[in-house]
Structures are given as structure tokens and as C-alpha cells.
């Protein structure tokens, strides 16, 4: 559990540099941003999914800037309910509009 989340942070981790830092490349990496969040809230419980999500926001403010941070947030909470509604094998329907909600309520806050 322990290696894994570092191992899927690490991932995390680059895949933000990439897209921080690379111009074309950038774009396609923001689309898998998710999936460290997405695959780890999907094997573990809650507690231990939230704190993935934190220290993914503290590597993200020590190899990022600090506009990372929001990208981190939407990407990252986002991924959590996903994985969530998938350990709780809730139907597609129910999955697609709670991380719709998600991230549509992450933007919103994030433009404020």
C-alpha cells in the first residue's frame, strides 16, 4: 500500500512536469493526470485515498509552482470520487455524474 502510493505519487509527479513544462506533449499528459487518483481511491479506503491526495499536493507544490496546485485539486479530487464509486461498484450512470459534479464544482471554486 505504502510503495504503491508512492510509486503512483511519482507517476503523478511526472506526468505534472510534463505537462507543466512541455508544450504539445503537455496537453495529452493532463488527460492521464487522473489515473494515479482514480487507480489508487479504487483499491483503498477513503482514509488512506485522502491521504494520497495530500501529499500529491505537496509534490505538486515541490516540483510545480503553485499553479499547480488547483490543476492538482480538480485532477486529483475528481479521481478520488471516481475510484470511490468504483470500490463501491456503483453503476456508470451514478460514477459519470458525481465526477461530473466534482469537477464542474472544482472549477467553479477554482475560477473563484
Same mark, same amino acid.
Given at each position: 500500500?505504502?510503495?504503491?502510493?508512492?510509486?503512483?505519487a511519482a507517476i503523478?509527479?511526472?506526468?505534472?512536469?510534463?505537462?507543466?513544462?512541455?508544450?504539445?506533449i503537455g496537453g495529452?499528459?493532463?488527460?492521464?493526470?487522473?489515473?494515479?487518483?482514480?487507480?489508487?481511491?479504487?483499491? +483503498?479506503?477513503?482514509?488512506?485515498?485522502?491521504?494520497? $491526495? !495530500?501529499?500529491? *499536493?505537496?509534490? %505538486?507544490?515541490? #516540483?510545480?509552482?503553485? /499553479?499547480?496546485?488547483?490543476?492538482?485539486?480538480?485532477?486529483?479530487?475528481?479521481?478520488?470520487?471516481?475510484? +470511490?464509486?468504483?470500490?463501491?461498484?456503483?453503476?456508470? $450512470? !451514478?460514477?459519470? *455524474?458525481?465526477? %461530473?459534479?466534482? #469537477?464542474?464544482?472544482? /472549477?467553479?471554486?477554482?475560477?473563484?
Open positions: 500500500m505504502l510503495t504503491e502510493g508512492a510509486m503512483l503523478f509527479a511526472v506526468l505534472m512536469l510534463v505537462f507543466l513544462y512541455v508544450p504539445i495529452v499528459s493532463m488527460l492521464f493526470l487522473i489515473l494515479p487518483f482514480l487507480i489508487y481511491g479504487a483499491k +483503498y479506503p477513503l482514509k488512506y485515498s485522502l491521504l494520497f $491526495f !495530500i501529499v500529491s *499536493i505537496f509534490v %505538486s507544490l515541490l #516540483f510545480g509552482t503553485v /499553479t499547480s496546485i488547483p490543476i492538482t485539486v480538480i485532477m486529483g479530487t475528481t479521481g478520488l470520487v471516481i475510484g +470511490y464509486c468504483i470500490r463501491l461498484e456503483k453503476s456508470k $450512470f !451514478i460514477t459519470y *455524474i458525481a465526477a %461530473s459534479a466534482t #469537477f464542474l464544482i472544482d /472549477t467553479v471554486v477554482g475560477i473563484l
